[in-house]
């Protein structure tokens, strides 16, 4: 294979994260979850947004409805997914394309079989009647002035298993007027070197093509890009990879690779620098876990631990990156660990605005960090933790207020009611000795209610913090409940977010020391206070 | 590129989990964790494990030391990691060196700059120095007696900007008496076609290569296949890709990739087999989250949600799964979700021994999950709640106790010891009132304690029963504290486990209801009586 072509004169990036990437174990999006992510698709340039399937999926004709009176595109258009007619109805009588229609997108995808066995075993029809399912659907769609788009249903698979027949199915939906007909690695079973030959024999129809592809040999991205290689104008995938079984093909790294390996403007500039936070509200929308190693938009893209790497960063930081970190809005960050050098600790307090540029001091402050990280602590995601150790270890900390006691119950006493958590905390700030008692939904919630009640006297500002994020990991998953824990916990005035960590063989003990140490950071910081 | 060759006569899976892996964010393996993943890959059947950098990480040169007397290898080798000496010194007197000899392996990996910038600005030192390194260090080792290995650092990267100075660094590699010289690419920023090229352009000099990629543009598994393809005898990874920024190539798809699409017997077809037990326990010890989607061993590699494709599953499992999950030692399931139909149900009823073959019932069913799915629960991963449901909507779930009250005290009184939680419990079992308090480490260990201790009468088999996983989500991340929680409990008799699921506004009560139906399943089944 040689260097990448031109980029095509037409060029779409079709999003399906509303649609295929709902189909992912776990995921269950709303239709107001959906409205929200196809704003920021919109954002961020996708061409065509799939809002999904609104003969199949219960709550996306909704969608659909809620999308023409609340949804103002500025860049891409709304696609309804549905499949070609039932064996032996027409296109008039089919319930499901009726309901593709009242959608009302001026654009929609089709999705068609193109395997010969799935033809028998799974429409249970013969080959004749599958072509012209996908002739007079999309003559018909076509008809009432749509733009159709064709998903051929396994079509890599197909073509391995009876090209002729494949190809057969390609010529008819381009023949019958599809604007784009999409080559489907469904099973996501293909690798690189099979997309060219394919996709090649393909182009030969004349029709323009897109390809989608599943990532269940771990090729997705590779597999698109190889199809982009044989001449495919038109990428489908995800953001994040979302999708069923391994996931649909990441949108976010193909984006990315063209863009800066490929050199294709496929987006602005701009809305390439919003990638990364677009990826992480639509995880956060999504209530998906945010996965530290993605490409170009992970936590961890481009982070630096390893003491070889930190030194060689602070001399010339493009030494171990392979793009700009900015240019996706991502940032270069070093991670604090027990195999921290004093360059790395060095680095990490720079960018905090802590000055350790003494080398013994850098030393010793790399030591406590292991001792901690030897106790459960983990500070490559805690920063404000961090910063608070390095603080106190440097004597330069003045806690904004001392806790004397603190004391949780919940109970369940059988009754109709709810259980409840009601806490009781003790604390001096500014030398006033302050107690309250407070009830919450839960004995963190009742005790960080306690809190803010106890610190507003004298800290009115407190009341704009809340909890964004709050984590328990056990840490020897073998030993249950008994084990250690780590809690952390995500603290936000509105405006700035920051992370602490609590440890102990109590979760709720942990979750007080992360709770009363995000306060004392805010604080310190006077987050909250300009309002 | 055309379809793969034969397998190598000589073929190496060189695994780096211990080294490459362990400098991932976030990543702490002990001495012990080293040792335990060494002996699982060595189950695997991998040919090479990297177990440290002794002169650069602390405790690798205990993991040596440890290794020697702890771990029997029958099939891998163990490799320590060195580089080449430091500039201006002789091998005799560099005292990084000493310690990659002093790890007494018969294989040695050395690092190696194959970049002339990186000699400039990373070293410090010459072109010419450079070679004379590679040169010096190789013939030292070799002249002990050691098989040695060099990983080129940043070769792709070097040979775009200096073929003829990448080139000469491996020809001295070679030269030397490396009998594998490994292409790294370090940044991780390569694209499959920019693999094949280059790749050929080394194998002219006739020494056996290897490839060792990072994931920063996602193609990291496709990288190296295509470097397979262009005549590579040896490939580098680590497990579930773990590493640093986006992290290594995932030797586990790589391994699957080549056993089943490109047939070559790279393991044995038994060990194949225990390739998603072993990724999930090397996950389990490194501390790691699972990933669902990662290709062939994730949780949701072959999962099925649709109801399009659960209709298809139903007739011919292979149309919608790339490979037999059994070869890798995982399995199909269907997802209940709110998107499931009533094939999705029928299919996970049978999967869990429940007559659902009833339409009507199914559907039912099936109502009632996404009825609980919007208030929060997700049984996608938590079968026994789901069966407990199935079986209380059926009328045949007999429990066997009935809670009557519970309560749990935490509280930290400002003395010197540590916070306590204390919890009562009042039930009924076998019609026998039980009310016992119980003192833990934390509110969930203090009931889970009361609970054990209020039972163990009538069942003493409940005493084998230990927690393996507590997760908390947050279900509304914006609401913070306030949100509604969802609890999820892996419980274990020391064979079976089952999970079970709490849903509340209160992360005691939803852990509570989690802990109950953990107890209320595991006694139905008898699980443990057996002991």
């Known amino acids: 294979m040689s260097s990448p072509l031109a980029m095509p004169d037409v060029f779409h990036i079709y999003d399906t994260t509303l649609r295929d990437g709902n189909q992912q174990e776990g995921m269950h999006l709303s239709v107001t979850d959906k409205l929200?992510?196809?704003?920021?698709?919109?954002?961020?340039?996708v061409n065509f947004i799939e809002g999904g399937w609104p003969a199949m999926v219960a709550g996306d004709e909704d969608f659909f409805k809620s999308a023409a009176t609340e949804l103002e595109l500025r860049n891409a258009k709304l696609v309804a997914y549905g499949r070609t007619r039932e064996p032996g109805l027409t296109c008039e009588n089919d319930p499901a394309l009726a309901k593709l229609v009242e959608a009302n997108t001026e654009v929609v995808c089709l999705v068609a079989k193109a395997h010969d066995v799935h033809v028998y075993d799974a429409l249970r029809t013969t080959l004749e009647e599958n072509l012209a399912m996908v002739d007079e659907t999309v003559r018909y769609l076509v008809g009432l002035g749509k733009r159709v788009f064709v998903d051929l249903e396994h079509f890599f698979d197909g073509y391995k298993a009876n090209p002729t027949y494949a190809m057969a199915v390609l010529r008819k939906a381009a023949e019958a007027g599809a604007e784009v007909v999409v080559l489907c690695d469904t099973n996501g079973g293909m690798l690189p070197h099979d997309m060219g030959d394919i996709v090649s024999a393909a182009t030969q129809v004349g029709v323009d093509l897109g390809v989608h592809c599943q990532n269940d040999s771990g090729c997705a991205v590779a597999n698109s890009m190889s199809a982009l290689d044989a001449g495919v104008m038109h990428v489908q995938g995800t953001i994040n990879g979302y999708g069923e079984r391994s996931g649909n093909v990441d949108l976010t790294t193909v984006i990315a690779n063209l863009q800066l390996k490929y050199k294709w403007q496929v987006i602005s500039p701009g809305q390439l620098g919003t990638l990364t936070s677009i990826s992480n509200s639509i995880a956060e929308i999504a209530h998906q876990p945010l996965n530290p190693r993605?490409?170009?938009?992970?936590?961890?893209?481009?982070?630096?631990?390893?003491?070889?790497?930190?030194?060689a960063v602070q001399i010339n930081e493009n030494l171990y990156q392979h793009v700009d970190p900015r240019a996706v809005g991502n940032s270069t960050h070093m991670v604090i660990s027990e195999m921290?050098?004093?360059?790395?600790?060095?680095?990490?307090?720079?960018?905090?605005?802590?000055?350790?540029s003494d080398r013994k001091v850098a030393d010793q402050v790399a030591e406590l960090v292991k001792q901690r990280e030897s106790k459960g602590y983990s500070y490559d995601l805690a920063d404000a933790s961090f910063e608070l150790l390095v603080l106190d270890y440097l004597d330069q900390l003045e806690l904004p207020f001392q806790v004397v006691s603190w004391k949780v119950v919940s109970e369940d006493d059988g009754s109709e009611e709810n259980s409840v958590s009601e806490a009781s905390v003790k604390l001096i700030a500014n030398g006033l000795r302050e107690g309250v008692i407070s009830v919450g939904n839960g004995p963190v919630n009742a005790l960080g209610q306690a809190l803010i009640q106890a610190l507003s006297g004298e800290y009115p500002f407190v009341k704009s913090y809340s909890l964004t994020d709050y984590k328990v990991r056990i840490l020897d998953m073998e030993a249950g409940t008994d084990a250690v824990v780590r809690v952390m916990i995500v603290t936000t005035d509105g405006e700035t977010t920051w992370t602490t960590l609590g440890v102990g063989t109590d979760v709720i003990e942990a979750s007080w020391e992360a709770l009363a140490d995000a306060y004392h950071y805010g604080l310190m910081k006077g987050y909250g206070s300009n309002k």
């Open 340 to 356: 921290a050098s004093r360059a790395s600790v060095q680095v990490k307090g720079e960018e905090l605005g802590l000055d350790l």
């Open 294 to 311: 993605q490409p170009f938009v992970g936590h961890s893209a481009f982070a630096h631990k390893a003491g070889l790497h930190a030194k």
């Open 36 to 45: 929200r992510i196809a704003r920021l698709l919109d954002e961020l340039g």
